[in-house]
């Protein structure tokens, strides 16, 4: 079993910036690509980010691509989601997610093997 505990969340203006964090407790996240899905209310919850166990590789939707910033550090056991550029529509909650693969699994919520209760993330205009 996997724990993953997200923080970083909070109220900011368009066009600025924050750090989201996930901690995992449990297990080593080496063995798992790590990633980000968000759902603003009323919404399905939708992919934003993935990254490969090691970290050489990342990917995003065209809708937050050069703002978001993913990275992980194994020898912590945390993922970070660097957010630039913020818009209000980024408003959502920010979930993190962790899966064995690393694929086209990250395109929808349903492929993942563990989640976090997520951090809320609004922006205003």
Not at 44 to 49: K, L, N
Not at 53 to 74: H, L, M, Q
Request: aromatic residues 12%.
């Amino acid at each position: 079993q996997v724990q993953l505990v997200e923080s970083g969340g909070g109220l900011v203006q368009a066009g600025g910036s924050l750090r989201l964090s996930c901690v995992a407790s449990g297990r080593s996240i080496s063995v798992y690509a790590m990633g980000w899905f968000r759902q603003a209310a009323g919404k399905e919850r939708e992919f934003v980010a993935a990254i490969s166990w090691s970290g050489d590789s990342t990917f995003y939707p065209d809708s937050v691509k050069g703002r978001f910033t993913i990275s992980r550090d194994n020898a912590k056991n945390t993922v970070y989601l660097r957010m630039n550029s913020l818009k209000p529509e980024d408003t959502a909650v920010y979930y993190c997610a962790a899966s064995l693969s690393y694929g086209s699994n990250w395109l929808h919520s349903g492929g993942m093997d563990y989640w976090g209760k997520g951090t809320l993330v609004t922006v205003s205009s």
